[in-house]
T-cell receptor, first 117, second 115 residues
Framework: AQTVTQSQPEMSVQEAETVTLSCTYDTSESDYYLFWYKQPPSRQMILVIRQEAYKQQNATENRFSVNFQKAAKSFSLKISDSQLGDAAMYFCAYRSSEGSGSEKLVFGKGTKLTVNP | GAVVSQHPSWVICKSGTSVKIECRSLDFQATTMFWYRQFPKQSLMLMATSNEGSKATYEQGVEKDKFLINHASLTLSTLTVTSAHPEDSSFYIC???????????FGPGTRLTVT
């Protein structure tokens, strides 16, 4: 079974600075999808960014970018120019690409990000 | 687009009673819906996956007779917590997928408090 590990329970960053959240995963599959979700205090899950494993190019979405290292099974999230609204729990998630139950998401335990003014 | 709603957002019930939570996809047809449970300061734990018109598939350790899931239409899934006990108090989140390659769309969650 696939597992997702987020080794940083909490992180903090100064407003306007850059922070990187770590995520590693374990899988024997060659094709899959990886996601970062944000859960603010409202608890509404919001998709931040996604990465297809077959793509070598790292995904970017405005101030959010990932460093996808397939061989190392690492998928870190970089937040540039941090804003107060970025404060939230961030969850890394894995999804298989095929097979029964392939739509299931496997979540890491999350990293709580605090943004200091 | 891709909005998922949940109702109610917060429910308080007495121990021994049953409570139903609705999950609706408002602007798309959800072929698959997922139900998660989240305890405070913890991650989401998948409880079950349901496909429209089929029986739900429960994750290991989830009591299917206690957590009844019905996915009667392409826009509605319900989770019924039967004979609720205080330990069932939690935050329940649903998500929906239209069968596309990518993401699930999440509802805002339902806080259940059993007294």
């Amino acid at each position: 079974a696939q597992t997702v590990t987020q080794s940083q329970p909490e992180m903090s960053v100064q407003e306007a600075e850059t922070v990187t959240l770590s995520c590693t995963y374990d899988t024997s599959e060659s094709d899959y999808y990886l996601f970062w979700y944000k859960q603010p205090p409202s608890r509404q899950m919001i998709l931040v960014i996604r990465q297809e494993a077959y793509k070598q190019q790292n995904a970017t979405e405005n101030r959010f970018s990932v460093n996808f290292q397939k061989a190392a099974k690492s998928f870190s999230l970089k937040i540039s120019d941090s804003q107060l609204g970025d404060a939230a729990m961030y969850f890394c998630a894995y999804r298989s690409s095929e097979g029964s139950g392939s739509e299931k998401l496997v979540f890491g335990k999350g990293t709580k990000l605090t943004v200091n003014p | 687009g891709a909005v998922v709603s949940q109702h109610p957002s917060w429910v308080i019930c007495k121990s021994g009673t049953s409570v139903k939570i609705e999950c609706r996809s408002l602007d798309f047809q959800a072929t698959t819906m997922f139900w998660y449970r989240q305890f405070p300061k913890q991650s989401l734990m998948l409880m079950a996956t349901s496909n429209e018109g089929s029986k739900a598939t429960y994750e290991q350790g989830v009591e299917k007779d206690k957590f009844l899931i019905n996915h009667a239409s392409l826009t509605l899934s319900t989770l019924t917590v039967t004979s609720a006990h205080p330990e069932d108090s939690s935050f329940y989140i649903c998500s929906a997928s239209s069968g596309g390659v990518y993401e699930q769309y999440f509802g805002p969650g339902t806080r259940l408090t059993v007294t």
